[in-house]
């Protein structure tokens, strides 16, 4: 199977977030994802969850990659990975946020929102990995950003979503 890899290293600034959603959103489309795609949207906010909690939790440079790969036989759409690996050994904690709270949304969003997820060490820090099927069914997340912060709507029954 032939794998496509393309990472960015990322500074330990939370203005490094939005220069890492620019930068996987040309990629995607390098890799023949179109911008307008559901499967780019869940993927760039993957992306931005990951990344946030690496700067903001580790206050470590982090590395984005991005790993594309083929299809493993004709009409399969192949899997997009994305993994983020820091310098700090804590593991990741996911959170339980209220209904009002600002934060503590991104792990919950990735369990949401990826066919798969998990973490593993890498050198002396941790990566933390997600992969998304090209293929599979898209589950539809809808942000609002108001005066707490940003809150999360769960899909209506009519959209399809996919297990995580």
Same mark, same amino acid.
Request: net charge negative.
């Given at each position: 199977?032939?794998?496509?890899?393309?990472?960015?290293?990322? +500074?330990?600034?939370?203005?490094?977030?939005?220069?890492? $959603?620019?930068?996987? $959103?040309?990629? =995607?489309?390098?890799?023949?994802? $179109?911008?307008?795609?559901?499967?780019?949207?869940?993927?760039?906010?993957?992306?931005?969850?990951?990344?946030?909690?690496?700067?903001?939790?580790?206050?470590?440079?982090?590395? =984005?990659?991005?790993?594309?790969?083929?299809?493993?036989?004709?009409?399969?759409?192949?899997?997009? $990975?994305?993994?983020?690996?820091?310098?700090?050994?804590?593991?990741?904690?996911?959170?339980?946020?209220? +209904?009002?709270?600002?934060?503590?949304?991104?792990?919950?969003?990735?369990?949401?929102?990826?066919?798969?997820?998990?973490?593993?060490?890498?050198?002396?820090?941790?990566?933390?990995?997600?992969?998304?099927?090209? +293929?599979?069914?898209?589950?539809?997340?809808?942000?609002?950003?108001?005066?707490?912060?940003?809150?999360?709507?769960?899909?209506?029954?009519?959209?399809?979503?996919?297990?995580?």
């Amino acid at each position: 199977m032939q794998v496509l890899q393309v990472q960015l290293e990322v +500074g330990p600034d939370p203005a490094e977030v939005g220069r890492a $959603r620019r930068w996987a $959103r040309s990629r =995607l489309v390098g890799s023949g994802i $179109r911008d307008d795609e559901p499967l780019a949207e869940t993927l760039i906010l993957l992306i931005s969850e990951l990344v946030t909690n690496a700067v903001v939790h580790t206050g470590c440079p982090a590395v =984005l990659r991005m790993l594309f790969g083929a299809a493993e036989t004709a009409g399969a759409a192949g899997t997009v $990975r994305v993994e983020v690996a820091d310098t700090s050994c804590r593991p990741p904690q996911q959170r339980h946020a209220a +209904g009002e709270d600002t934060g503590g949304r991104g792990l919950e969003l990735v369990d949401g929102l990826a066919d798969r997820w998990g973490w593993q060490p890498e050198g002396a820090g941790k990566q933390i990995w997600c992969e998304v099927d090209r +293929g599979a069914p898209v589950v539809q997340v809808q942000m609002q950003v108001g005066a707490h912060g940003v809150g999360v709507h769960e899909p209506s029954p009519a959209v399809v979503t996919h297990p995580a």
